[in-house]
């Protein structure tokens, strides 16, 4: 018999390219943090470009913080982490000491305050990967489409995609991009220019 219990979440993460290649972050595990695979993140840094030098990011459910820190890595120059389990932003905190990475600021915060507060278009990129079991899809989408810049993008991680007419896309994205691996789903939307109010 299998004596080996699954593990919820790897116990660490790598960073795939960039200024901290290879890098291995360790993850706690915490309920619903879910890492996002290797292979999609290989993916989304593929639609984003290597390079996000002179960029500012936005991880509004940072979790194991891998897409931020990978954000980092390749150049950005802001990365804005939010976390509400505090255990789960200290260890952020700790892998931020670890990697010196002075452009990273960990915000110990439910997600949707934290958003609330800063200000419209403040971001070029937002990710957006909650947890599955919880309904936070459309509203994460809400705060995303304010906090982008124009023609600036947003990825979301999510347990189905985002298709129909019932998906909870706000008018000012657009999906550029989709894929799936295994029970992952993913996407990157684009800021419409010139829409809405100007």
Known sequence: ??????????AQVRIIGGRWKRSLLPVLEAEGLRPTPDRVRETLFNWLGQDLAGLACLDLFAGSGALGFEAASRGAAAVTMVEANPRVARQLRDN???LD?????I??????????QMPAES???VFLDPPFAEEWIGPALEH???????GGVVYVESDKALIG?????PASLEIVRQARAGAVHFH???????????
């Not at 018999?1 to 790897?10: C, L």
């Not at 990475?101 to 600021?105: E, F, G, H, L, V």
């Not at 990157?188 to 100007?198: F, P, S, V």
């Open 107 to 116: 915000i110990q915060s439910d997600a949707f305050a934290a958003a609330a």
């Open 165 to 169: 007419a019932d998906a909870p896309v």
């Open 188 to 198: 990157l939307l684009q800021h419409r220019t010139g829409h809405g109010a100007d």
């Open 96 to 98: 931020q000491y670890r």
């Open 144 to 150: 995303a489409a304010r906090l982008t810049r124009p």
């Open 1 to 10: 018999g299998r004596t080996s219990v699954p593990r919820q979440a790897p």
């Open 101 to 105: 990475a002075s452009q990273i600021r």
């Open 123 to 125: 971001f070029d990129v």
